[in-house]
Structures are given as C-alpha cells and as structure tokens.
Nanobody, 114 residues
Framework: QVQLVESGGGLVQAGGSLRLSCAAS????????MGWYRQAPGKQRELVAT???????NYADFVKGRFTISRDNAKNTVYLQMNSLKPEDTAVYYC????????WGQGTQVTVSS
C-alpha cells in the first residue's frame, strides 16, 4: 500500500524558515522522481519543486532561490527547506512523484504571517 506522510509545517513569521519532510512507503523510492506541490485556499494545486532519481532539481519561479528540495533514499524521504518565507507561501504542502499519480497524503499546513 502506497503511503505518503508529510510533516514539518506550522505557523511562521514572514522571513522565517521551515523544513518539510515526506516519508514514502509502498514504493521503490529510489526509482521515483519526487516533487513538492502546494494548494492555497481557493486555488488549484501547483508544483513547487522537483528532484529526479539522479538528484537533478527544478523549482517554480516563485520559490527559486528560497526553497531547496533534497532526498534521502536510505530513509525513503524527500525534504523541502523553505527560507525567506512570504505570506503568499501559505498553503497545504504535499509530496508526490513527478506525475502526481501516487495517492495523495494529508499534506502539511504552512502558514506565514505578515
């Protein structure tokens, strides 16, 4: 059974930092490119950052230079280090593979106050 469990969200002031984690089970993690997605209230889910099997990373323009995605295949976990947070980063953050076709987890809420 495939399961994605996100954690690490919280309430932070603008300019602050958070580190999100996503633990995956039920998949051969090292064979999956992974991504972080987010969904703000009233908006569609959007792709934030991706990391390939080989470790190549890509970022949406709105997080470039502020967020860093990484992975630990030994722990079946993908991370998102978020620095210089802005109120517009407020959303529920999810992880999934690059196709977004794994069952979605519950996400982790990130709230950035101004």
């Amino acid at each position: 059974q495939v399961q994605l469990v996100e954690s690490g969200g919280g309430l932070v002031q603008a300019g602050g930092s958070l580190r999100l984690s996503c633990a995956a089970s039920g998949i051969i993690f090292r064979l999956n490119g992974m991504g972080w997605y987010r969904q703000a209230p009233g908006k569609q889910r959007e792709l934030v950052a991706t990391i390939t099997i080989g470790g190549t990373t890509n970022y949406a323009d709105f997080v470039k230079g502020r967020f860093t995605i990484s992975r630990d295949n030994a722990k079946n976990t993908v991370y998102l280090q978020m620095n210089s947070l802005k109120p517009e980063d407020t959303a529920v953050y999810y992880c999934n593979n690059l196709n977004g076709r794994l069952p979605w987890g519950q996400g982790t809420q990130v709230t950035v106050s101004s």
